[in-house]
């Protein structure tokens, strides 16, 4: 299995990015997919995560509207919205795949992440 992400970049903030994570090597209509990110310094934190089918989506509690994650199971692809993005966004973004439920725990497979770099 291969999570590849991409997308990552440095932006000013209030700017806008989307992250795009291509799995292989797994029956992408089968998993609910999600996204971490990583500060230095902290711990890993949840993001968003999406059902199997797209119509069941979590966010974690500070992302407010700001960042939404949505699927393309014709392309293996999942996505995720950054908008309106403040410098303590910046982290490593991280892709992740989950056989079950998208919940906030418990993922088989993950990405090697995206760096995302926001200046005041």
């Known amino acids: 299995v291969q999570l590849v992400e991409s997308g990552g970049g440095s932006v000013q903030a209030g700017g806008s990015l989307r992250l795009s994570c291509v799995a292989s090597?797994?029956?992408?209509?089968?998993?609910?997919m999600g996204w971490f990110r990583q500060a230095p310094g902290k711990e890993r934190e949840f993001v968003a995560a999406?059902?199997?089918?797209?119509?069941?989506?979590v966010y974690g509690d500070f992302v407010k509207g700001r960042f939404t994650i949505s699927r393309d199971n014709a392309k293996n692809t999942v996505y995720l919205r950054l908008n309106s993005l403040k410098p303590e966004d910046t982290a490593v973004y991280y892709c992740?795949?989950?056989?079950?439920?998208?919940?906030?725990?418990?993922?088989?497979?993950w990405g090697q992440g995206t760096q995302v770099t926001v200046s005041s």
């Open positions: 992740a795949a989950r056989y079950g439920r998208p919940l906030n725990y418990e993922y088989d497979y």
């Open positions: 090597g797994l029956t992408f209509s089968s998993y609910s």
């Open positions: 999406i059902g199997w089918m797209g119509g069941s989506t």
